[in-house]
């Protein structure tokens, strides 16, 4: 290979890197299923959307990624996912919705009542986000760091 052609090719694969880091994409959300390396990731983005895309050995893994964890996935128009990240697994509680408002519920768990966040990733169980009310007995699963629920399950309407 002479020192030209040699140049002309480096050229081309720093163009084409270029190109596409300029197209990747980042979608943060609930994992619904995760089928590891060499499978799919479904996500329920913030986005208002689900998004299936692959994970393959080029993909850069960061933490244990789990049903339900919250993650961020940068992803190119193929459907390649570059890079996920595991940014907090989901845990379950259960309690008694003490506060409806349009952006979360008060839930009481325990002695205490904490404000729980719903987002557009947040999956209903056996109710629809409109039916829950004061008094129903709930299983949820929430991320601590922020106070967001991953999915709410109606145990019991209250009476």
């Not at 720093?14 to 590891?36: C, I, L, N, P």
């Not at 893994?61 to 570059?82: C, R, T």
Request: glycine share 10%; charged share 20%; with cysteine.
């Amino acid at each position: 290979m002479t020192k030209a052609c040699g140049a002309a090719i480096a050229a081309v694969l720093v163009v084409s890197s270029a190109a596409r880091a300029d197209t990747v994409t980042q979608y943060s959300g609930v994992v619904e299923s995760y089928g590891g390396v060499g499978g799919k990731i479904v996500i329920r983005t913030t986005k208002n959307s689900t998004g299936h895309w692959d994970v393959d050995k080029k993909t850069l893994v960061k933490n244990a990624i789990k049903v339900n964890d919250w993650v961020s996935a940068w992803v190119i128009p193929s459907g390649h996912v570059v890079t996920l990240l595991s940014e907090q697994h989901a845990e379950p509680h259960a309690g008694v919705i003490k506060q409806v408002d349009k952006d979360g519920l008060s839930i009481a768990s325990g002695t205490s009542t904490l404000k729980w966040t719903i987002t557009s990733a947040t999956a209903f169980d056996g109710v629809a986000r409109g039916e829950l009310k004061v008094g129903d007995n709930i299983g949820f699963n929430g991320y601590a760091n922020n106070r967001y629920l991953a999915s709410v399950k109606l145990v019991r309407h209250a009476d």
